[in-house]
């Protein structure tokens, strides 16, 4: 684990991931929160979370957190991560009820309100698909609609590798998404949720392999919307520089050079 921020007068904004997909949140909320610091914080240590046994992936995301909270003392912390946010959001909020905790949940309610043909399609890994909250958002938000739930084993760390600037298997990234395009009655499936923070990362690569256009959801704004909306303004000082300090923190502590350079080009760094 990193050191501890050199500046305790100000309490940083902690962005959470499995992995990398949490930086499309991060870009989102600095967007919106171009005076606030943040440490990004991705559990390599422990991706991919989709071979995890519930109980034991619970407990390790809990005790990291006690770790996490104790070294930053953040303000918020975002858990942009739909795999954790389903599983382990409440156990966080019941054990450090001090930090408010905003989580990551499939954009099912949006999608619902948005769609003209009435389907849907969930993009997500097997973990989120199978958790009772997911479908308890389509019976609460989405019952008239027909909402199909496409867990995907390996597109995580297809995004992990495409933006690591690896080649991909295209074929592959065509045989996990084609299970969201659906026809019936003449109709076609003409939204897809995006419910992994890695996956929009990939997205260009989607819009070109669909086999119709459809809108690609991506909740990263909406969360970052929702992080503004529990902190308290801050006056913005003219000579202040954005994002100089914003820290990048990996749990194996082994950052490779591909790591490094993506975190870079993030405007983060590692202690």
């Known amino acids: 684990m990193s050191a501890p921020l050199s500046a305790r007068t100000e309490r940083p904004v902690l962005v959470f991931d499995s992995g990398i997909g949490g930086l499309t949140v991060l870009r989102e909320a600095r967007v919106l929160m171009p005076d606030r610091r943040f440490v990004y914080i991705a559990d390599d240590a422990g991706f991919p979370y989709g071979g995890w046994e519930e109980d034991r992936l619970r407990a390790r995301i809990v005790d990291l957190f006690g770790q996490f909270i104790e070294t930053y003392d953040p303000e918020i912390a975002v858990i942009a991560c739909n795999t954790a946010s389903t599983l382990v959001l409440e156990d966080l909020r019941n054990a450090y009820p001090s930090v408010p905790f905003v989580g990551t949940v499939p954009a099912i309610k949006p999608a619902a309100e948005r769609t003209s043909s009435g389907l849907v399609s969930v993009l997500a890994t097997p973990g989120t698909v199978k958790r009772a909250y997911t479908r308890d958002l389509i019976q609460s938000f989405a019952r008239q609609c027909h909402v199909r739930l496409v867990g995907a084993d390996q597109l995580a760390a297809l995004a992990e590798a495409h933006i690591r600037g690896e080649r991909i298997d295209e074929a592959l990234v065509m045989e996990q998404i084609a299970p969201c395009f659906i026809e019936q009655d003449g109709r076609r499936t003409d939204i897809v949720v995006l419910a ?11 819009r070109r392999l669909a ?27 003219e000579d202040q520089l954005p994002h100089h300090d914003d820290l990048a923190v990996v749990t194996s502590n082994k950052p490779d050079y591909a790591i490094r350079r993506l975190m870079h080009g993030f405007g983060l760094h590692f202690n």
């Open 211 to 237: 086999p119709w256009p459809v809108d690609w959801l991506d909740p990263a704004e909406a969360i970052a919307r929702r992080t503004v909306s529990l902190l308290s303004p801050k006056k913005w000082a």
């Open 196 to 206: 992994c923070t890695h996956y929009p990362f990939l997205v260009n690569v989607f």
